[in-house]
């Protein structure tokens, strides 16, 4: 794949006179092409010619980053370093925002990109009309050899690069191998969900290593199934699982987002029940199209490009009540995709709701089999994919995936049922309901239904089987996990909130996201100004900028696990309160009514509190610090023996202190 519109040496280019170079961009350029972008590209051309005329190595223009849906302006491989080149043309200050850009790319790069993970790299943010400054050449602390972002001129480039040579030891970087090393991203799900709106391919956006099973295999299967099913004129339904983080959303928003067009059968619709994630998502892709359609110079509203998204992203509440309003139509949808499938309401739930809101009396399904119901309304075909995730259940009346097949054997014989060979496995608790269906002809199991590999922590590949060991009580296994895991990924544990506030702003580079994460029965927080009962907004917790307060970056409102189930931060701080205390016998929850904790008895909401802190240990993409308070003897409800075996747990696993 060709990442860039123009690439050669850089002798070649200091030869090439602009009108040609310009001529190479336009003709690569896969916009329309404005005025303002071919000055650009004239004054960057001319300011490279003359920085670059006594150097050697290869240059790079407008470099795809698709994680990112962005373009480098231009790349540079001299010596031992890739210089990562940020223009703006005109302009006479350093934004923080123009850092924290420039800064990103350099971290793509490094994280993303095989052969450039072992070199130097260096951010550089070029403001034109910018007095004579640049910043002193360091590297970040964590060591990796990428430099802090160098903010200079175009009087002083030359002089930058030189001494950023002078401070890069080693040998010149292969021009073919830096090309050909493969690209294996693994973008946050508001990353991929803009990236595959705006038109990249899976393939562009995802990992393609042996380690990871790929995306785009498990995407080809559905879209076979679904072919085969309207070529046979079948109803069918997938159960795709996978561990947390391993890309069950970016598999259905790929399905949803390849059959867009809504006059075609294969008109698909992304369906879900995470509230949260589906105003986040509706509000980052409206966004961003509203941005890209300026970059190309044109305009649309905000309203008007909401629209467009709420058309293929829905939650699965409203789908479900517009097929109350007519119960014989189907909808104009053939082929749903129902993401935490798992969390669907059960008869109990479902039919208590439709009594109080819809004045429903005499509604007696469960969810799912409603949710089926309304697809069984097509009269030649149609699909229904269940994105399935593993203890994850934490609200009340949230049914697990046993409800969906035990819908299909109740009352859809003829369903095609594929399924997941790992959707037997006890974290699904389907096994038992699938042994009633294994007799029925149109039962099928593919392995290519299941994601094996954690995308989210792209550091770590086994922080979720960590998680599910330190919740397990299983300490010899989580010391060993832990053991693989801390050297790529850094997990540390405090009793100073204060201290792990300053530890995720020093881990953090660019625009990377961190914020506090809490259960939401974590009550007794607010000596440390955390309220539980104070809700946030999750679009501006997880979408705005580092000046706006009601972001997660201020660190002042924190999210539970209601607000980031099937999102993620680059680094989090999961702070621990005594609903879920350790000890000896296991582990013991609790729930704060009035002025004390009380026991939680029912298993059922026993299993929601363990998930709940399932989901807050598991949404970190690049490390986490686990704060436990040391209490305070003088206060009942914050007793310090209620903290102090959680903290010593941890550290017997072998957590680091700081």
């Known amino acids: 794949m060709k990442r860039s519109y123009y690439s050669d040496s850089i002798t070649n280019f200091c030869k090439s006179v602009p009108e040609e170079i310009i001529g190479k961009l336009a003709i690569n350029n896969e916009f329309s092409l404005e005025q303002s972008q071919r000055d650009a590209w004239q004054e960057e051309i001319n300011i490279l010619h003359e920085a670059l005329a006594s150097f050697q190595g290869s240059i790079y223009f407008e470099y795809s980053i698709p994680r990112m849906g962005q373009r480098i302006d231009v790349v540079l491989l001299i010596g031992s370093a890739i210089f990562v080149l940020e223009f703006k043309i005109g302009e006479k ?5 123009a850092i924290d850009q420039v800064w990103d790319y350099a971290l793509d790069l490094k994280n993303f990109h095989e052969s450039s993970h072992d070199k130097y790299i260096a951010p550089l943010l070029i403001v034109t009309k910018a007095k004579n400054i640049y910043s002193v050449i360091s590297v970040t602390p964590q060591n990796d050899r990428l430099l802090f972002p160098i903010k200079c001129n175009t009087e002083l480039l030359r002089k930058v690069i030189e001494d950023v040579l002078h401070f890069a030891e080693g040998g010149n970087i292969d021009r073919s191998q830096w090309e050909n090393g493969r690209y294996c991203p693994t973008p946050n799900i508001i990353e991929a969900a803009m990236a595959l709106y705006s038109g990249h391919k899976v393939s562009e956006i995802s990992r393609s290593d042996a380690s990871a099973i790929n995306l785009s295999q498990t995407s080809d299967v559905i879209s076979c199934i679904i072919n085969f099913s309207k070529e046979k004129s079948k109803k069918s339904i997938c159960f795709v699982t996978g561990v947390p983080g391993a890309g069950k959303t970016l598999v259905g928003l790929n399905i949803a987002t390849t059959h867009i067009d809504a006059s075609n059968d294969l008109y698909s619709v992304y369906l879900s029940g995470n509230g949260p994630l589906v105003e986040i998502l509706r509000e980052a892709l409206a966004r961003d199209k509203v941005q890209l359609v300026k970059k190309r110079g044109g305009k649309i509203k905000k309203g008007e490009a909401m629209s467009e998204v709420k058309m293929f992203i829905q939650n699965v509440h409203h789908f479900r009540d517009e097929c109350l309003v007519d119960e014989k139509s189907p909808p104009i949808e053939h082929v749903a995709l129902f993401d935490e499938a798992q969390r669907a309401w059960n008869v109990e739930q479902t039919s208590n709701f439709m009594r109080r809101k819809k004045h429903k009396p005499n509604f007696n399904y469960s969810e799912p089999e409603f949710l089926i119901s309304c697809l069984d309304r097509h009269p030649d075909w149609a699909v229904i994919v269940c994105l399935v995730g593993g203890g994850q259940e934490i609200n009340t009346g949230e049914a ?3 409800e969906w097949i035990e819908s299909l054997n109740r009352s859809f014989p003829k369903w095609n049922i594929y399924v997941s060979s790992k959707l037997t496995d006890s974290e699904y608790g389907a096994g038992e309901m699938l042994k009633k269906v294994s007799l029925r ?3 099928i199991y593919k392995d290519e239904l299941h994601l094996a590999v954690s995308m989210r922590s792209f550091r770590a590949e086994h922080v979720s089987l960590l998680v599910k060991q330190m919740l397990d009580l299983n300490i010899n296994d989580a010391s060993a996990t832990l053991e693989k895991v801390k050297a790529n990924y850094p997990m540390v544990i405090t009793r100073n909130l204060g201290k792990a506030k300053q530890w995720l702003k020093k881990q953090a580079r660019g625009s990377e996201r961190y914020g506090i994460l809490v259960s939401s029965q974590a009550e007794r927080l607010k000596p440390y100004a955390i309220d539980v009962k104070s809700t946030i907004s999750p679009v501006h917790w997880f979408l705005d900028g580092k000046e706006d307060v009601r972001s997660s970056y201020y660190l002042e409102d924190v999210a539970t696990e209601f607000d980031v189930q099937g999102l993620e931060l680059d680094w989090a701080c999961v702070t621990w309160d005594a609903d879920f205390r350790y000890s000896k016998s296991g582990w013991e929850h609790r729930s704060f009514c009035g002025d004390r904790w009380n ?55 072998g957590f680091s202190e700081i």
């Open 441 to 443: 002809p149109n039962v």
């Open 400 to 402: 697990g995936i046993s």
């Open 599 to 653: 026991s939680i008895k029912k298993p059922e909401r026993k299993n929601y509190l363990k998930n709940a802190y399932r989901v807050l240990l598991t949404r970190a993409r690049q490390g986490m610090v686990i704060v436990v308070p040391p209490g305070d003897i003088e206060d009942p409800t914050r007793n310090p023996k209620f903290y102090d075996p959680i903290f010593e747990y941890l550290r017997e696993i």
């Open 93 to 97: 200050e350093f934004t923080s925002y």
